[in-house]
């Protein structure tokens, strides 16, 4: 077991555990916001043949090249082409095809015109300007070719990556099966939302919290509700989750105080501890161990040291867990948009707050607050900056690191 470690070994602990991601078949209609479980390429070209983009005339553009508003260019219409229908007639020198949106571009014809820049009657139309050769075209093939990767394995799908798979013909596609994680909490003075609340006790938040955070990501949580605290009855609560669950997440019990249970507890279930405590403030009490291939991670019980904990530590392997191949978070160099006047000797700081922009410049702006019991600090909060253990106090514009979470 490692302790007192710093939170980049930590995450790459977790990360190097094991992820059992499954998979299964859905719908494309219910696949947005999922993770595709494999490549999906392109099997036809989009659009499928040369296409008219408005409603006008398809001609030979060469007909037109001496075309002016005195001697316009005068063509024999020979057809006209609807969408959805095959063009029936070649087009020939000194003739004209109308021709609606969407529809096939007729053979021998390379330009199309705006009906409404012409002067036509049934028989006939007249264009006023040159017109090259491959003028207002789609060719066949212009967004996507055969072979063309659409989406790739370990993507979250989005509403282009949708029609994408309906413009090839696609009705299912492969996803990852969202993980299912539960979380606990423990602790004997929390209560349920709905319950009394006598004196001495509170209610348990955490869990609704974090579920909140892994329904984002893109896993199934599990309410594992409140269990107190007795070694024993976490025990038999954690090895109950363990073999209904992916993963494990409790939050309580992972300092080092005299009612802090989570080592313990994992030692009875023949846990492997990976390591227990990280050097960083808030957030810093967290274990995380390895039970029969799944991880269990147990969290501080104070609210926003849980969620930091959660999204600095565990969340790149949360991810991975749901089968995203980018799992880490964007780090970004921000400034100081506030003083943090604190000497920052003995761990790494996380501070809550938001990026801003001043003149194409990116700022933190620290949020009011950022005690671990203070989980209204996270409203609002796009960013996660960390002042580095051992730094002196940092004056406005200090250049600090940053993740975007």
């Not at 508003?69 to 229908?85: F, H, M, S």
């Not at 139309?125 to 017109?131: A, G, H, S, Y």
């Not at 104070?302 to 392997?317: D, E, F, K, Q």
């Not at 006047?341 to 761990?347: L, R, S």
């Amino acid at each position: 077991m490692q302790k007192d470690i710093h939170a980049d070994l930590a995450c790459a602990l977790l990360l190097d555990a094991h992820a059992n991601c499954a998979y299964e078949t859905v719908a494309i209609q219910n696949a947005l916001h999922r993770v595709a479980a494999e490549d999906v390429t392109a099997t036809i070209p989009v659009p499928p043949f040369a296409r008219s983009p408005f409603d006008g005339y398809a001609f030979r553009g060469a007909d037109t090249q001496s075309a002016t508003r005195e001697n316009p260019a005068v063509l024999k219409v020979v057809e006209e082409i609807p969408a959805g229908v095959m063009p029936k007639v070649e087009i020939l020198q000194g003739q004209a095809a109308k021709i609606l949106t969407g529809a096939p571009i007729p053979q021998g014809a390379d330009a199309t015109i705006k009906y409404e820049l012409t002067a036509f009657t049934d028989s006939e139309v007249r264009i006023f300007t040159p017109m090259p050769p491959d003028t207002n075209i789609v060719r066949r093939g212009a967004d996507v070719m055969p072979g063309d990767l659409i989406c790739p394995k370990g993507e979250v799908i989005t509403a282009p990556q949708i029609s994408s798979f309906a413009n090839q013909g696609f009705s299912h596609v492969k996803i990852f099966r969202k993980p299912k994680i539960t979380v606990i909490s423990t602790g004997t003075e929390l209560r349920e939302a709905g319950e009394a609340l006598p004196p001495a006790t509170i209610y348990n938040s955490n869990v609704y919290t974090l579920m909140a955070y892994l329904q984002e990501t893109g896993a199934a949580p599990i309410n594992g509700g409140v269990v107190p605290d007795d070694e024993a009855q976490i025990a038999q609560r954690l090895r109950q989750a363990l073999d209904e669950s992916d993963m494990v997440i409790t939050t309580g019990g992972a300092s080092v105080g005299d009612y802090d249970y989570a080592v313990r507890s994992a030692e009875l279930l023949g846990a492997e501890i990976l390591f227990w405590k990280v050097l960083m403030k808030p957030g810093g009490a967290v274990m995380a161990a390895r039970v029969d291939g799944k991880v269990l991670l147990c969290l501080s019980g104070n609210p926003a040291a849980a969620v930091i904990g959660l999204l600095r530590i565990a969340m790149p392997y949360i991810k991975k867990l749901c089968g995203r191949r980018e799992v880490c978070f964007p780090e970004v160099n921000v400034k100081l948009r506030k003083p943090f006047m604190k000497p920052n000797m003995e761990k790494m700081r996380i501070l809550r707050g938001q990026l801003e922009l001043i003149d194409s410049i990116a700022f933190f702006n620290e949020n009011y607050g950022q005690e671990s019991e203070k989980i209204t600090t996270l409203s609002g909060c796009d960013l996660l900056a960390e002042i580095p253990q051992g730094s002196p106090p940092l004056e406005v514009g200090a250049i600090i690191k940053a993740y975007r979470i």
